[in-house]
């Protein structure tokens, strides 16, 4: 497909922007990157890297105008990348309103269900789009980021992105569109459920997942997830090489059983954490109210309740407000059991 002229803006560039933000940049493609004044302290010394894990490898020292922290640089966007954690939605919304031209598409490459929503509503004049980024991005050393593991970026159907998939393509980051967008950020939801049980394991997301009885921790709150969205009608889509559906039950296997069927996920790099853990250690908020909560709230809105991932919710915030504490996998196992066999009790 030819390349036509596309202005990207990617707002909120931190690990995910300035990943997509670099495989772009190295595509050729017209790229502003808006984040935050520390890495754009990081980027005026050293160059922005980007790698993957099938040793792509692109490396650029940005002019200032490649990377900025003014929302005022989104004036001419053709397309716009939302990547905040989901706590920013609002305010990213609302720098981005008085700036963007009507009609600017705009991406939201969050996780979570609600982004898009959140946005479209702040963004009333322009039209918000869901995508999935179903790779993890780590931040190796400031200024390189790497892509732990494969993927293929999925975005909803629409000819409002053609200007900018033949970028995408040429960067190796091809957008596959999708009509079933809701079943498939819930599908990826199942996934992040970890997120937060890495985060109060306190380990490396390999030696967490190494242990049953965490792994029966993420099960219950799969099992509980999986079982609303049977109940609203949401039909989860094969997003790893197990069916979503059986997720629950490999993770509730034996140690032996679960290594030979789950490979793909246990070549994680040995260091690697969830971001939910890298917050807490950091003492930012954690995005658990768009995880864990939305579970809550589907739930909420189907008129039952979701026991398992509300304690989820309640034990982050406490880590939250701190000291953060290490829940070993045995005691967190009860305590989500409790909670479960509490609600059923009371019903
Ligand atoms: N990283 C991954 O591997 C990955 C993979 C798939 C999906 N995701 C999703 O992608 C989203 C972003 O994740 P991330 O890991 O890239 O988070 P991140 O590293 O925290 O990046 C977000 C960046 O946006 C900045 N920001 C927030 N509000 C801003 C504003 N008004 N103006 C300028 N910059 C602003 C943040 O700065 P402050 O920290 O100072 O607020 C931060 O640098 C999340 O929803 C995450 O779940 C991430």
Redesign the pocket.
């Known amino acids: 497909m030819a390349k036509l002229p596309c202005r990207i803006v990617i707002?909120?560039?931190?690990?995910?922007?300035?990943?997509l933000g670099g495989r772009l940049l190295s595509a050729g493609a017209d790229v502003t990157m808006?984040?935050?004044e520390?890495?754009q302290a990081i980027f005026a010394k050293q160059p922005l890297v980007v790698t993957d894990q099938r040793h792509f490898e692109f490396r650029e020292t940005l002019p200032e105008s490649r990377f900025v922290?003014d929302?005022a640089a989104a004036k001419d966007a053709d397309l716009v990348l939302v990547?905040?954690?989901?706590g920013?939605t609002e305010?990213?919304g609302k720098?981005l309103a008085p700036v963007l031209k009507p009609g600017t598409p705009v991406v939201s490459?969050?996780?979570?269900i609600s982004?898009p929503d959140r946005l479209a509503a702040a963004l009333p004049e322009c039209p918000v789009f869901a995508g999935?980024?179903?790779?993890?991005?780590?931040?190796k050393t400031p200024g390189h980021f790497h892509q732990?593991m494969p993927g293929q970026l999925m975005v909803t159907a629409t000819d409002k992105l053609a200007a900018a998939e033949p970028w995408f393509d040429a960067a190796g980051l091809p957008l596959q569109k999708r009509e079933d967008m809701r079943s498939v950020r819930w599908s990826?939801l199942l996934l992040?459920l970890n997120n937060a049980i890495n985060a109060l394991s306190g380990l490396s997301l390999a030696d967490e997942l190494a242990q049953r009885d965490y792994r029966r921790c993420l099960a219950l709150a799969q099992q509980e997830t999986l079982t609303l969205l049977e109940w609203a009608g949401i039909r989860p889509v094969k997003l790893t090489p197990i069916p979503m559906q059986l997720l629950p039950y490999v993770m509730k296997a034996p140690d032996w059983l679960f290594r030979s069927l789950a490979k793909t996920m246990l070549t994680i790099d040995p260091e690697a954490r969830s971001?939910m853990a890298q917050?807490i250690q950091a003492g930012?908020p954690t995005?658990v109210d768009?995880?864990n909560g939305e579970v809550v709230r589907l739930a909420s809105s189907i008129d039952t309740r979701a026991p398992v991932n509300q304690a989820l919710v309640n034990l982050i915030h406490q880590s939250e407000r701190g000291p953060a504490r290490s829940w070993p996998a045995a005691e967190l196992f009860h305590h989500l059991q409790h909670a479960l066999d509490e609600y059923r009790a009371r019903r």
């Open positions: 707002f909120g560039a931190g690990t995910l922007g300035c990943y808006i984040g935050r520390r890495l922290t929302p990547t905040t954690k989901s920013d305010d990213a720098l490459f969050q996780n979570g982004n999935v980024v179903p790779f993890n991005i780590v931040h732990a990826k992040n971001s917050d930012r995005e768009w995880i």
